[in-house]
T-cell receptor, first 110, second 113 residues
Framework: DAKTTQPPSMDCAEGRAANLPCNHSTISGNEYVYWYRQIHSQGPQYIIHGLKNNETNEMASLIITEDRKSSTLILPHATLRDTAVYYCIALTGTASKLTFGTGTRLQVTL | EPEVTQTPSHQVTQMGQEVILRCVPISNHLYFYWYRQILGQKVEFLVSFYNNEISEKSEIFDDQFSVERPDGSNFTLKIRSTKLEDSAMYFC???????????FGPGTRLTVT
C-alpha cells in the first residue's frame, strides 16, 4: 500500500470548514484513498473513500487531485464532536488489513 | 443502524492468565478483524479472518493468540498466557465482501497486572 503523509495537527473554529490534506504521491492506479477517524480512545470510524472522482456523503467530502497524488478531506461545518485523529489510508480494493499511521489530530475550538 | 459490539468493555487480568475477548460483528459481514492500540501508540493490525480461517496475521499475532468464530454471530480473540505488554485497547472490526469499509467496535480495554 502506498505511503501517506499528513500534518500532525490542525485547528479549526467551530462552524467553519475543516480541510485535512493527505499526500500519497506513490499511489498506484488500483489504490483507493480511505479516511477514518478516531475520537479519543473509541474504535476508528469509517468516513469516506474514493478512487479518482470526488466523493461526498453525509459526513464529509473527499477531493482527489487529478494526478491522484494528494487528497483533501473536507468537513463542511466542523463541530466540537469532530475533534479527533483523522487517518488517510491508501489501499487496493482487494486489500484486507488497514495500516494506520499517526494521522492528523484535528482540534475544533469555539 | 447495525454496529459491531464488544464485551467486556474493560478486562483486568493477572499476568499468565488466559483471556477471551468477544465481538459480535455486523450480521451480514464476512470479513472479521482484530486490531490493538497500546496507550499513546498507533492502531495495529493483528489478524483477519474469512471463511472460518485466518487470512492474514501480523508478527504480533504469535502462538499466544488465537481467534475463533464459535457460532454464527460471535468472533473471539483468545490470549493464552497474558503478558504485561498485552495491555492495550483491542478493537474488533468487520466488513462486507465487496467493500473495504471496516466497521469497528468500541473496543475492550485489557489491563494485565
Amino acid at each position: 500500500d502506498a505511503k501517506t503523509t499528513q500534518p500532525p495537527s490542525m485547528d479549526c473554529a467551530e462552524g467553519r470548514a475543516a480541510n485535512l490534506p493527505c499526500n500519497h504521491s506513490t499511489i498506484s492506479g488500483n489504490e483507493y484513498v480511505y479516511w477514518y477517524r478516531q475520537i479519543h480512545s473509541q474504535g476508528p470510524q469509517y468516513i469516506i473513500h474514493g478512487l479518482k472522482n470526488n466523493e461526498t456523503n453525509e459526513m464529509a467530502s473527499l477531493i482527489i487531485t487529478e494526478d491522484r497524488k494528494s487528497s483533501t478531506l473536507i468537513l463542511p461545518h466542523a463541530t466540537l464532536r469532530d475533534t479527533a485523529v483523522y487517518y488517510c489510508i491508501a489501499l487496493t480494493g482487494t486489500a484486507s488489513k488497514l495500516t494506520f499511521g499517526t494521522g492528523t489530530r484535528l482540534q475544533v475550538t469555539l | 443502524e447495525p454496529e459491531v459490539t464488544q464485551t467486556p468493555s474493560h478486562q483486568v487480568t493477572q499476568m499468565g492468565q488466559e483471556v477471551i475477548l468477544r465481538c459480535v460483528p455486523i450480521s451480514n459481514h464476512l470479513y472479521f478483524y482484530w486490531y490493538r492500540q497500546i496507550l499513546g501508540q498507533k492502531v495495529e493490525f493483528l489478524v483477519s479472518f474469512y471463511n472460518n480461517e485466518i487470512s492474514e496475521k501480523s508478527e504480533i499475532f504469535d502462538d499466544q493468540f488465537s481467534v475463533e468464530r464459535p457460532d454464527g454471530s460471535n468472533f473471539t480473540l483468545k490470549i493464552r498466557s497474558t503478558k504485561l505488554e498485552d495491555s492495550a485497547m483491542y478493537f474488533c472490526a468487520s466488513r462486507m465482501d465487496r467493500a473495504n469499509e471496516q466497521y469497528f467496535g468500541p473496543g475492550t480495554r485489557l489491563t494485565v497486572t
